[in-house]
């Protein structure tokens, strides 16, 4: 889940002047002071924690085994956090409130596969990106009039409202059918309710692999890459660079690699 792009810039503006913990800059303060004259590193540092915001619920980006918090993003983040020499805490909240969560200050940044794109960084700094891959139309497998994107217009996608791929499958002329997320968006395309949906690859890749299900199929995939990196309030710019450096360091050393074979097999991170 390339996974926003329905908030206004002046709602983000107003939510992060208004943040009790994350800093009220107005997306311009090279500084990267909140409003008690903390940077937003040294506010991670001090306290020894970063706090990440995640779904939990996203396989395999973040998602649980038992009772244990696990996924590609949440071993990036916590390798980040180790490098960094802080602690890594996870706070879980669904993905359509995930952004007011970071807009409020009730965590430094999100770890949940967070596309990058140009509306959401008028908003947000990311880090380097540390996924790559593409977007996938899936059909059932007898469907013969989906071949491409284009192909998508005037029939019924099933997508989450603030998800990239939601504003793919209207570009397309889709009408779109609102969900929650993958597994409804399959629910609903075997059930006949819509035609398609559009996701990641990875998240199609990892769903045949865990639940093998040959009624459904890759009918069309896009041609340019996208990249997931890790969201935060704009006016952590100490924390961004903080967290690049890290990334580079795993990148480096072989270790965002490892992360990334362990899930899908093969080095997404570049």
Same mark, same amino acid.
């Given at each position: ?55 939990? =619920? +996203? ?10 918090? =696990? ?10 956090? /180790? ?7 996870? *706070?879980?909240? *669904? ?23 140009? /509306? ?38 099933? /997508? ?7 504003? $793919? ?14 597994? *409804? ?22 769903? *045949? ?31 961004? %660079? ?18 990334? $074979?362990? +899930? ?5 991170? %570049?």
């Amino acid at each position: 889940m390339k996974r926003t792009i329905s908030l206004l810039a002046t709602t983000a503006v107003l939510a992060l002047s208004l943040s009790a913990c994350g800093g009220s800059g107005s997306g311009t303060d090279a500084s990267a002071k909140s409003s008690e004259g903390t940077s937003a590193l040294a506010k991670v540092k001090d306290s020894g924690v970063l706090t990440v915001g995640t779904e939990g =619920t +996203y396989r395999p980006f973040s998602y649980h085994e038992g009772s244990e918090l =696990t996924g590609y993003d949440v071993d990036v983040v916590k390798a980040v956090g /180790q490098k960094m020499g802080v602690e890594v805490k996870f *706070q879980e909240t *669904q993905w359509d409130a995930i952004f007011a969560g970071l807009d409020a200050g009730r965590f430094d940044v999100i770890a949940n596969e967070v596309g990058i794109n140009p /509306q959401r960084e008028e908003k947000y700094l990311f880090s380097e990106p540390y996924s790559v891959s593409t977007g996938v139309v899936v059909t059932k497998s007898d469907n013969t009039d989906i071949t491409s994107f284009d192909s998508l217009k005037g029939k019924t996608t099933a /997508q989450s409202q603030t998800s990239n791929y939601y504003e $793919e499958a209207k570009k397309a002329g889709a009408n779109v059918e609102p969900v929650e997320g993958w597994a *409804q968006a399959v629910t609903l395309l075997k059930q006949g309710r819509v035609d398609a949906t559009i996701n990641d690859k990875l998240t199609f890749l990892d769903s *045949q692999k865990t639940n093998p299900d040959d009624s459904i199929k890759i009918a069309a995939e896009a041609s340019e890459k996208s990249e997931s990196g890790i969201a935060m309030r704009k006016d952590a710019t100490d924390l961004q %660079k903080a967290i690049n450096d890290a990334l580079e360091q795993l990148r480096a050393d072989g270790e965002l690699a490892k992360i990334s $074979e362990k +899930y899908f097999g093969d080095d997404i991170s %570049k």
